[in-house]
């Protein structure tokens, strides 16, 4: 039995106080027993004091990206040791917006997930066609090469660090959704892809999470799949009635 997870990607949004207001949001709102994990990645400036807070909530934090490097002559960036001395134990890496306006390649993530991994970090790695993948019939393909090129150096163990999350380009943000048997056809995809490098026990444990639009009517139907192993949300984790509402359909 996998543990169901939501992660709210709330990208480059909220101030401080809008941060600290959609956590207590969610404090209240999250029942504090949820056999769900709920994990928020707000913005760097914000992830210390949004660690803080949480502390003794059940929802944790995660980053949206990361360097690879420990250190060094890389203005602008952040390192996962860094991110860990914040009490930050969670990452983001891959995300779509990271691979198209920051030109992140399979090979640049691979290097970022070792660094995560290197400071038992867990990742969260997106990956997903876009629309041309899907409308030319080389969907599957590209998310078994995004797989592959970005993972598949692992050794087994460091599959317990690993969420999966596939993200169809083409749903992110556009309002446009998987239908939840298109969802279910690529994780199924997804699951026989690993079992074919790793084994099943891998595979079955591998959570696997769907983002492109789940929103709190949506949500259920997609979670219900047997593959689907929760959600990674945009848009709607930045409401924390909407974002509590998918919690609750997980
Ligand atoms: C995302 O950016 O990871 C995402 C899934 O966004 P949205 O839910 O807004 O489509």
Redesign the pocket.
């Known amino acids: 039995m996998r543990t169901k997870i939501v992660a709210g ?1 709330w ?1 480059m949004h909220k101030n401080a106080e809008e941060t600290e207001d959609l956590l207590n949001e969610l404090i209240d709102r999250i029942p504090g027993d949820t056999d769900v994990r709920v994990i928020v990645a707000p913005t760097f400036v914000n992830l210390a004091s949004a660690a803080d807070h949480l502390e003794f909530t059940p929802i944790e934090v995660a980053a949206q990206n990361m360097h690879q490097a420990e250190s060094g002559a890389y203005t602008g960036e952040i390192s996962a040791g860094m991110l860990k001395s914040v009490g930050v134990n969670i990452v983001i890496l891959g ?3 990271r691979r198209s306006y920051f030109h992140e390649t399979d090979a640049t993530i691979a290097f970022k997930t070792d660094a995560a991994l290197q400071h038992d970090m867990e990742v969260i790695f ?1 990956f997903g066609e876009e629309l041309k993948d899907r409308q030319s019939g080389n969907h599957f393909n590209i998310v078994e090469n995004q797989l592959r090129d970005g993972l598949f150096h692992l050794e087994e163990k460091d599959w317990e660090q690993i969420i999966l ?1 596939y ?1 169809p380009v083409w ?4 309002g446009e959704t998987a239908t939840p048997d298109q969802a279910q056809e690529m994780h199924a995809f997804i699951r026989e892809t690993v079992r074919q490098k790793y084994g099943s026990d891998i595979a079955e444990n591998v959570r696997i999470l769907y ?4 929103k709190p009517d949506n949500a259920r139907e997609i979670f219900s799949k047997p593959d689907v192993d929760g959600g ?6 930045l409401k924390a009635t909407d974002f509590a509402a998918i919690v609750a359909s997980a």
Do not use: Y
């Open positions: 990607n990208k995300h779509s917006e997106c999350a993200e749903a992110i943000g556009t983002g492109g639009s789940v990674l949300i945009g848009g709607a984790a």
